[in-house]
């Protein structure tokens, strides 16, 4: 689960929003500050909503083999690899998803792919 997903209503939560509507109410009613706090979480899910439907996609593409999973022109990344970047963990694992077993990718933020470039940016600009 992501943080896009966590349960913003959960304890911990509530302790940490108590917290910080306290430091709000230096120049704000609390009300206002609850209110903000909460269009935050809304824009955090919205934001997670496009990027998982961004990646399904992008995804979906390399499954069916319409995206190639690292194009050779490109350098090789950290690690001398020319891994898809998009692979993140054992869950994009193997040839599937343009490696071998045991292999996972790092996010590329750059030298990549127009759909890798864009599946990035929906994580790090749209929220």
């Known amino acids: 689960m992501g943080m896009s997903m966590a349960d913003r209503g959960a304890p911990i939560w509530n302790e940490k929003r108590d917290r910080w509507v306290s430091v ?6 609390p009300r206002f500050a609850r209110e903000q706090l909460q269009a935050l979480d809304e824009a ?12 399904k996609v992008a995804e979906d593409l390399l499954v069916d083999g319409v995206l190639d999973p690292m194009p050779k022109d490109l350098c090789p990344d950290w690690s001398g690899q020319h891994l898809w970047s998009l692979k993140i963990g054992a869950y994009h694992d193997g040839e599937a998803y343009g490696g071998k077993t045991g292999e996972s990718g790092e996010f590329r933020m750059s030298n990549c792919t127009d759909v890798e470039r864009l599946c990035f940016e929906s994580v790090g600009y749209f929220q």
């Open 24 to 29: 709000c109410d230096d120049c704000h009613s």
């Open 44 to 55: 955090v899910k919205d934001a997670g909503l496009k990027y998982r439907e961004t990646f």
